[in-house]
């Protein structure tokens, strides 16, 4: 056998070899990661104002007979953990522009409730938060430790609200600066953000509204 065409065999030999590496590797990838779709909403707005109006009686009078009507709604987010997969879809209502909720803290993917994009690690940062016991600014719920007695399903929606929009004040800073969320205030005196607002997860299996 000639020398040249020993170099050639051993050349298609690698090429082969790596080849199958690749494959290898693809197909174990695909096996770890966790898929994501972008899945259509298929609850309707009137249960979803009825799951809340019955848990929150008092925010009727706040948002009138929706709570997704054309002024207050931040973004709706519909997740649904099949393990190892997850679902999720995304609504983004008209005060998404306004609220400027993610300046509380503008290195994370969620901030307040206010999600930057709808992808599979935004899915993944809001399920971490609503299950930790502990509050997490990402997600800011007032009773997150109920979780500790409430097991949060596999079907739910983060849902985030405005309420009120004004601009940062020295008063407002002095008068939130002991609750753990809004100690980022003092950067944002002068700016327009959502002063009153509500973050919450509406667990679609158990009917339930936390917040």
Known sequence: MSKKLKILILIAGIFFVVDIVALLLIYYSARREPSVEIIPRITSNERINKIIFNHTGPLR?????????????????????????????????????????????PEEKVSMGQIRSCNIEIAEIIDEAVRSPEKDCRVPLNSSDMFVWQPLSGDYYLITLVIKEQEVTQEWVDRTQERKCFKPLKNLIGETIAIEFITGIIDLNENEFFY
């Open 61 to 105: 009078e706040a948002f009138g007979p929706s709570v997704l009507n054309e002024n207050s709604l931040i973004n709706l987010v519909h997740i649904v953990k099949k393990w190892p997969d997850c679902e999720i879809s995304c609504e983004f209502g008209p005060a998404y522009q306004t609220a400027n909720l993610d300046k509380f803290y």
